[in-house]
């Protein structure tokens, strides 16, 4: 074989090396994308193994919403025991005052998130101050490390106190990393971090108010850490603790970013896949062209299956380089990603180039394109030799041929788009519905082009020259308008959807529409608070809306039985009971509440506490009208009865709660109370919240504007990472078009000499061809902006359960984006055929 | 050598059959040089097409040095063919992404033949190209593809030729060299050549050469051979 096979396949490598040269970079761009995320992702995942104890800062954390109680400690005094050292750590939002003896001028209240750390704190890892003295020395009875944020907002500086609750405390220094806390992006509010005994001190660790406990455990060195965690995950399975373990437990952020990488390399996938439909066209139209070479080496004896095996392996050598360059473009190209990620990132990365990532892209990327060049491959079976006699003797068609061709292409990618993302993501629920998008976005955008390609060429031609002749160039056999157009069309989907349901969710949590709801909440007003919380409110001009009490508790019996958390079998579900609830009393459904089954009013037959539940509890938890539960506030167990499910609008920007007792049990528990109202001007609603803080320090302010703010930020860097992403699947449209102008030249060239011939200037030749392109790219974006708007519709008003907005303006810019782009790749890569002279053309062939 | 029995195609044209080619015999004997001669759609290609079996008849059998190939599959007879027979036609058909050279080695190392490069160089001395060897077909003449392709033709020496109007796209002086080369190559490699041609001399220059008219052989010189035979009877020709 290899006398024969080799040599010939060098021979039409290095003769068709520049139109290769297109299909190859279909492929390098697919891979890329992947490469790019999954290389990444894989160097996150292994700094995260790497730094796994510092990121925990300890061996084994056990966090709740409690402190320790008495079956933690007896196991917590045990591993001391042992020769532990275990330290307690504290973490909750409250606001600061700035304190008496500034430098800095500025004044004011701010959010923060403080957070109290025991001696030995951290076992691993190294909290990293500003000025790079040890923290240990800064941090005492009075000394308080902030982040820089901090100092920004309240125009604040090194040295000058802040007013935390009860206690007044001095800036040590800024903090510039927390070992287990690394990013900051979800905090609510700017770090103070203090001793655990100051933080005690401030008086705003109460049991009502919300705090997260964690006891740090770090294990001397020769204890094997894993049959430790082990044993103690197993004596506290019933515990409302959760026992975190470098095995574990990750931070939340790191959970995240592996679906966000993981969803990330689906969508390289997909653009791995475009390049797949890319190449099967172009390979297509490559065998058309070679019809009289192949019938010419069958006639001088060569048979199918050499002529097959040289191709195939041409095919794979194209794939193989293909893959190899779009490997070194994605290692390039994932250098981008920390950047875009900024501050979500937990740690600093060495991006490498995982070998794991070189061995996927080059096996997907050669599969890609052997897969996609086997079905215009085996065509070649049926050239008859007898063409280099009689051209008319051409392969049998029939009109299904037509759909033929698009339909195995069709069943191919859907065949190696479940092979490849189950290879990626495995037999999940995420892997299935991204097929099924994937295939059903794919085949939308198909029909869409395909119709609109078909409608064009029925309507009536038009009176104009270039756009008649444009128009006629979009069906110009090999022209791959099509592909283009998926392609294209799916790039312009996910940056417009994208684009599209950023805005529709970040405008719901806009402060400004709608209209008449509170933005600012206050929480944590203690009972015999209310009346100065009052009184802050009229000295402002504003009234006190009634305050809604809430009462913190944990589920610990279901349907008259205790409950065992060691017996849910489901995580999730078992996630949801260790929460500490908060409950609520009242006689009244709020507005955007609605009874789904039971009654509200209170059920005279019923003896003891009544509730009302949310659907989701309910449903979470298997509860039913008549199902009694029993709550524990702070050591306090009360049984009570469902007497109805509710469902909420949780959009609705209210305090909801998944709890409401019927009134006349909870009055007499220990209580907070909350309100919130809604001040338009920014300057005035600071004011408040600094005169209500300055009254009663304890008090908590949220702003939603600083949510938004938050969300806000956080979106930008996701719609960022999306956009990067969807730049893969744009350039793959973009290659397929430059393949498809390449491929078809010698059609055009010899189209632009017959019109030179008859008379046409450049300038009507290049009038036609820009027509032509501007149609093209008129269509892709067309379909892309139409699926962008169904898909977006879906989304917000489906999963997000929100609004959805139709904004022409983003729908018409993406549109002619898209029709720009393509006129001026198309113009540029055909400026050769304009230029050129009959004659030079007529010589060439 | 070349063995036609009842010999027929007839195809689909517009719903209707067409019969390109009657039922007719032939017998070509080792080293002759037959020349077809005909107007346009006689069935001159059609007749060549079926001798090479590039084409499968609508009846008869094609046999060459005893061996049918009316039963082989196409990889058999691709494989028959690269042994057997060597083409040149109008359009040269030269594969324009490989060098003179190379084109003249695919046959033989599709036949896995030893000696491949010595024989393609020998092959384009012998028809004046040696200093040519290394130019890729858009960078010859039409003369000189024409002499590769029959170097070409003659790489795996075929003891059959089969040229289908192989100066229709020279001009005269031209085509007489290469009528030339292709004599003094039969000559020389002992080959049978079948040529298809409109040109009244070249067919003088055969040994024997046949008009079909209508599909249907009106003339045949060889010896023995009535002139007119088939298309009086409508039947068929016979030459011995």
Redesign the interface.
């Known amino acids: 074989m290899s006398r024969f096979v080799l040599p010939m396949l060098w021979r039409e490598a290095r003769g068709s090396w520049r139109r290769l040269l297109l299909f190859l970079l279909c492929i390098t761009a697919g891979v890329g994308g992947l490469v790019s995320v999954n290389a990444f992702s894989e160097n996150l995942r292994r700094t995260i193994r790497l730094e796994a104890r510092s990121l925990m800062a300890a061996d084994i954390v056990l966090r709740g919403t409690r402190p320790p109680g008495a079956e933690e400690k007896a196991a917590l005094a045990e591993l001391s025991a042992q020769g532990a050292q275990v330290v307690a750590s504290v973490q909750f939002v409250t606001m600061v005052r700035t304190g008496g003896g500034r430098t800095g001028g500025g004044e004011g209240v701010q959010l923060v998130s403080v957070r109290g750390v025991g001696d030995g704190y951290p076992f691993y890892g190294t909290v990293e101050t500003a000025s790079g003295r040890p923290f240990r020395e800064l941090l005492t009875e009075e000394g308080v490390l902030v982040d820089e944020a901090l100092l920004l907002k309240l125009g604040v500086e090194v040295g000058d106190s802040l007013e935390i609750g009860q206690r007044t405390l001095r800036i040590a220094d800024v903090l510039v990393k927390e070992p287990d806390s690394p990013v900051q992006v979800f905090r609510l509010g700017p770090r103070v971090m203090m001793t655990e005994a100051a933080a005690h001190s401030t008086g705003l660790i109460t049991p009502m108010s919300r705090i997260r406990y964690s006891t740090m455990i770090g294990l001397p060195p020769q204890a094997d850490a894993a049959a430790v965690a082990e044993n103690l995950v197993e004596r506290l399975k019933d515990s409302y603790v959760r026992v975190d373990t470098v095995e574990r437990a990750q931070p939340q952020v790191t959970r995240f970013l592996e679906r966000l990488t993981d969803f990330l390399s689906l969508v390289g996938l997909a653009a791995l896949l475009l390049g797949g439909i890319g190449v099967a066209g172009a390979i297509r139209v490559f065998i058309a062209q070679k019809l009289d070479t192949l019938a010419t080496l069958k006639c001088l004896g060569a048979t199918s299956t050499r002529l097959l095996a040289v191709y195939l392996l041409l095919a794979v050598l194209m794939g193989a380089l293909g893959s190899l360059l779009g490997i070194a473009f994605g290692f390039a190209s994932q250098m981008a990603l920390p950047a875009l990620l900024g501050d979500l990132l937990p740690v600093q990365l060495e991006l490498t180039l995982p070998w794991r990532s070189v061995g996927e892209g080059l096996l997907f990327g050669t599969v890609t394109t052997v897969w996609f060049s086997l079905p215009p491959l085996l065509s070649l079976r049926t050239i008859p030799p007898a063409r280099v006699f009689r051209r008319e003797v051409e392969p049998p068609s029939s009109p299904h041929t037509r759909w033929l061709a698009p339909l195995r292409v069709g069943v191919s990618m859907l065949l190696l788009a479940a092979l490849l993302v189950v290879w990626q993501a495995g037999f999940t629920h995420v892997a299935g519905w991204f097929l099924l998008g994937l295939v059903g976005t794919v085949a939308a955008l198909y029909l869409g082009a395909m119709g609109l390609l078909l409608a064009l060429k029925h309507l009536p031609k038009p009176g104009n020259f270039s756009l008649k002749q444009g128009l006629m160039g979009l069906y110009r056999p090999g022209n791959q308008s099509a592909a283009i157009t998926v392609s294209l069309g799916l790039g312009v989907l996910l940056l417009l959807a994208v684009f599209l349901v950023q805005r529709d969710l970040v405008r719901q949590i806009t402060v400004n529409a709608p209209e008449n709801q509170p933005n600012l909440f206050f929480i944590d007003i203690q009972p015999q608070q209310v009346q100065a919380f009052t009184e802050v409110l009229s000295e402002a001009g504003l009234e006190t809306p009634e305050p809604i009490p809430i009462v913190r508790g944990r589920i610990v019996g279901m349907k008259g039985e205790p409950l065992k958390l060691s017996s849910v079998e489901d995580d999730h579900q078992r996630r949801h009971l260790r929460f500490e609830y908060t409950f609520t009393y009242r006689g009244h459904l709020e507005d955007g509440e609605r009874v789904l089954e039971g009654s509200f009013g209170k059920d005279p037959n019923i003896s003891g506490a009544q509730v009302s539940v949310s659907d989701w509890f309910a449903k979470q938890s298997d509860i039913k009208v008549g199902d009694r539960l029993t709550v524990d506030i702070q050591g306090v167990r009360i049984p009570a009865t469902v007497t109805s499910i509710r469902a909420i609008e949780w959009t609705n920007r209210r305090a909801n709660f998944s709890f409401v007792f019927l009134p006349g049990v909870l009055e007499e528990a220990p209580r907070m109370y909350a309100t919130a109202v809604r001040v338009n001007d920014l300057a005035e609603r600071t004011a408040l919240q600094k005169a209500v803080v300055t009254r009663l320090p304890n008090v908590t302010a949220l702003d939603v504007q600083m949510v938004y703010n938050i969300v806000q930020s956080f979106m930008d860097r996701l719609s960022l990472v999306v956009r990067f992403m969807a730049g893969f699947c744009i350039a793959v449209g973009v290659v397929i078009l430059l393949g498809a102008v390449a491929t078809t030249k010698f059609q055009r060239i010899r189209e632009v000499v017959l019109l030179k011939t008859l008379g046409a200037t450049r300038g009507m030749v290049a009038r036609v061809l820009a027509m032509e392109y501007l149609l093209l790219g008129l269509l892709a974006g067309a379909v892309g902006a139409v699926a962008a708007g169904v898909f977006s519709w879906g989304l917000v008003t489906q999963v997000f359960d929100g609004q959805w907005d139709i904004r022409p303006m983003s729908y018409l810019i993406a549109w002619l984006a898209t029709a720009v782009v393509i006129t001026s790749t198309g113009l540029v890569s055909s400026l050769d055929i304009l230029v050129k002279k009959p004659l030079e053309v007529l010589r060439e062939e | 050598m070349i063995e036609l029995r009842q010999l027929s195609k007839t195809v689909q044209m517009g719903g209707r059959p067409l019969t390109i080619l009657h039922p007719l015999d032939l017998h070509v004997p080792r080293g002759q040089f037959l020349a077809v001669m005909g107007p346009s759609g006689s069935g001159k290609?059609?007749l060549?097409?079926l001798m090479?079996g590039?084409?499968q008849p609508s009846s008869g059998s094609v046999a060459m040095d005893g061996v049918s190939m009316t039963d082989m599959d196409?990889?058999r007879l691709?494989?028959?063919?690269?042994?057997t027979i060597g083409?040149v036609?109008q359009s040269f058909?030269?594969?324009?992404?490989?060098t003179a050279r190379?084109n003249v080695?695919?046959?033989m190392?599709?036949?896995?033949r030893p000696g491949v490069v010595e024989r393609a160089d020998t092959l384009l001395a012998q028809v004046g190209l040696s200093e040519r060897a290394g130019h890729y077909p858009?960078q010859l003449s039409g003369g000189e593809q024409q002499r590769v392709a029959i170097a070409?033709a003659f790489a795996?020496r075929p003891p059959v030729l089969l040229a289908?109007e192989p100066t229709g796209n020279l001009d005269s002086e031209t085509g007489s060299q290469i009528i030339d080369l292709l004599k003094r190559l039969h000559r020389d490699e002992g080959t049978t050549l079948v040529l298809v041609t409109h040109d009244p001399q070249i067919a003088e220059a055969a040994e024997r050469s046949l008009q079909l008219m209508d599909g249907r052989i009106v003339r045949d010189t060889a010896p023995g051979a009535g002139e007119g035979v088939s298309g009086e009877s409508g039947k068929e020709a016979r030459a011995v």
């Open positions: 290609s059609t060549l097409g090479a590039l084409d196409e990889d691709a494989r028959f063919r690269g042994d083409f036609f058909q030269l594969i324009p992404t490989l190379e080695q695919v046959p190392e599709i036949m896995r858009a070409r795996c289908d």
